[in-house]
């Protein structure tokens, strides 16, 4: 075998690696979204986050999912990953049932949470594609985006203590903004090869997914509530 025989065979073996990375995660994806909707539900049915303060709610937030995504993480080269991940979008569920409560007792409710589901599915399958089939180069946008992370992060703790219904607007705004570019960033990693792990990639995935829907929450919440 020659030297171009060669590089068309690693090229063609590492198209075939990319495409099971990325047909793998998208259904990974599809199964953690079933534990998301049982914790919510559940945490719903229980009423868990009754009379309990943000701040101490946001603690055990923080806690529970940085907890669960260590443990994700150490474990993703192994079975045990895939339960982790299990476990922590089942936490994440419930930890939804908090913003999911306070829309269900708008008028509109139920509407706001269509729109905001039909919106975090639009966003995904545009970004998605675009990055599946653009020529550009989006890991420019990384370091960046991480940044911008960490701001949102800042602000929504201080708007803790704040409260402040337009501050609430400017972080979820900025939240769409911020995690619809993640999703752009992170599935076109995986196409080019630069994330090889299905369950790493799936938890970077679920995350942007988990952050629009509740931005689109609050957004929609706001704006569009008849109270």
Do not use: C, H, W
Request: charged share 10%.
């Amino acid at each position: 075998m020659n030297n171009y025989e060669q590089y068309s065979t690693g090229q063609a073996n590492g198209a075939v690696v990319r495409n099971r990375v990325l047909r793998n995660t998208y259904t990974l994806l599809a199964i953690s979204m079933v534990p998301t909707v049982l914790g919510a539900l559940l945490a719903l049915k229980l009423n868990l986050f009754a009379g309990l303060s943000p701040l101490i709610s946001t603690v055990v937030f923080f806690v529970g999912a940085f907890g669960l995504m260590f443990m994700v993480e150490k474990n993703k080269n192994s079975a045990a990953g895939v339960g982790f991940l299990m476990l922590f979008t089942f936490f994440m569920g419930v930890m939804l049932s908090r913003i999911l409560a306070a829309v269900l007792s708008l008028s509109n409710g139920g509407d706001i949470i269509t729109m905001a589901f039909g919106g975090t599915a639009v966003i995904f399958a545009v970004m998605a594609s675009i990055a599946s089939t653009s020529k550009r180069d989006f890991s420019f946008l990384g370091k960046a985006l991480f940044t911008g992370v960490i701001v949102v992060i800042l602000a929504a703790i201080a708007n803790i203590f704040l409260a402040m219904p337009a501050l609430t607007l400017a972080i979820a705004a900025a939240a769409t903004v911020i995690f619809s570019l993640f999703i752009l960033y992170d599935v076109q990693r995986i196409v080019n090869g630069g994330e090889t792990n299905y369950i790493s990639a799936t938890l970077s995935l679920y995350l942007n997914i988990y952050n629009i829907f509740t931005s689109l929450l609050q957004l929609f919440g706001i704006m569009g509530s008849d109270d």
